[in-house]
């Protein structure tokens, strides 16, 4: 939990990811975009988005979010919301709050959605979270939850086993398998009426080696404190051969998608 949270405690380690799918994704439909696309929500709502991050989502939908609709952001670090309240100064009716999802400070029957995109997997007690999330839903409510599948950026953990076997690196399966695209419907099924998953194709064919080494080095491995000096140095060597071998990029597989609890 200790990685965890200094993984998280502001936007710096997100944004390096975020980085590399805006610029080498293979779907020029943005993410974020196809997400709030996905979205049916009336015009008034009330909103809680649990593990918001930096805000990304909402600024890049920042012109076709509905001047009504009641939003509150929430994360467990603060520097995440610290990070998302300076990004969205131009929507100074969101509200922002520091939230535990396993124990929402809200009273049954608050929200009409609930948004919980790439943050279930990392709750130690899921159950008591999607338990809070269904108590906080009103009658008929709806849970938007994306995440990724266990073949996600599968390619990330071969770069790094193939330079040295010894170095950890938990790759996106380790997530997956606590809440996935396989197993989510499943779980999600306890507390709700009907879940319905939504697929988005995509991939990465990235040229250059540095967006890579960022990426790794932004993880909550041990991978900072292994790839350093000669080592990394050694490694960017092993990625330049391999985007050689394959005609001058590197592809990684992406595997994630959308569920819509009601």
């Known amino acids: 939990m200790e990685k965890l949270i200094d993984q998280y405690q502001d936007a710096t380690n997100l944004g390096a990811r975020i980085k590399i799918h805006d610029y080498y994704s293979t779907n020029k439909n943005d993410w974020f975009l196809w ?31 509905p001047p009504h609709w009641q939003v509150t952001l929430s994360d467990f670090s603060s520097g995440m919301i610290a990070d998302a309240e300076k990004k969205l100064k131009s929507l100074p009716h969101f509200q922002y709050k520091q939230i535990n999802v396993e124990n929402i400070p809200y009273p049954d029957d608050s929200f009409d959605i609930v948004i919980a995109h790439y943050m279930l997997y990392h709750v130690p007690d899921r159950s008591q979270a999607l338990q809070e999330i269904r108590r906080v839903l009103k009658p008929g409510g709806k849970l938007y939850a994306a995440t990724i599948g266990k073949t996600h950026l599968k390619e990330f953990g071969e770069l790094v086993s193939e330079f040295d076997s010894n170095l950890v690196y938990s790759s996106a399966a380790f997530h997956a398998k606590k809440f996935g695209l396989e197993n989510g419907a499943e779980q999600l099924a306890s507390y709700f009426s009907t879940v319905e998953l939504k697929l988005f194709s995509d991939g990465l064919k990235v040229p250059t080696v540095q967006p890579i080494v960022d990426y790794l080095l932004s993880t909550h491995t041990d991978l900072k404190n292994q790839l350093t000096g000669k080592t990394l140095e050694e490694f960017k060597m092993h990625l330049e051969q391999k985007k050689k071998d394959n005609k001058g990029f590197i592809a990684i597989t992406k595997s994630a998608g959308l569920f819509e609890a009601k």
């Open 35 to 65: 997400l709030f696309d996905q979205y049916e929500i009336e015009k008034e709502s009330t909103i809680l988005e649990l593990g918001c991050g930096d805000g990304t989502f909402w600024a890049k939908n920042e012109t076709r979010i």
